[in-house]
């Protein structure tokens, strides 16, 4: 089983930028393909990007593409969110969840559990 600690978020103006970490815990962890998602009060979760096992793949919502970038880090068992040009449509809680595959979590089938999350806020 993975744990999964995110941090990082917080109040920004729109345009600004901010870096999300997905801490995570269990031996297995390098085996997963991880994903970002993000919740809105009233609406349902929405996937956000993914990042293959090896680091080598990645994938994208229309929404994020070309203003975030994922990425890990095998070494700190860690997986970031770049942020850049954030909008007011991008405030949420993001959450951060382990899958067998980036295709799997694009249509959110994640195998574990969801971390805490955390809130972003964009201010316009």
């Known amino acids: 089983q993975v744990q999964l600690v995110e941090s990082g978020g917080g109040l920004v103006q729109a345009g600004g930028s901010l870096r999300l970490s997905c801490a995570a815990s269990?031996?297995?962890?390098?085996?997963?393909?991880m994903g970002w998602f993000r919740q809105v009060p009233g609406k349902e979760r929405e996937f956000v990007a993914a990042i293959s096992w090896s680091g080598g793949s990645t994938d994208y919502a229309d929404s994020v593409k070309g203003r975030f970038t994922i990425s890990r880090d095998k070494a700190k068992d860690t997986v970031y969110l770049q942020m850049n040009s954030l909008k007011s449509e991008d405030t949420a809680v993001y959450y951060c969840a382990p899958g067998l595959r980036t295709d799997a979590l694009r249509v959110g089938d994640i195998d574990g559990s969801w971390g805490q999350g955390t809130q972003v806020t964009v201010s316009s």
């Open positions: 269990g031996r297995t962890f390098r085996m997963y393909a």
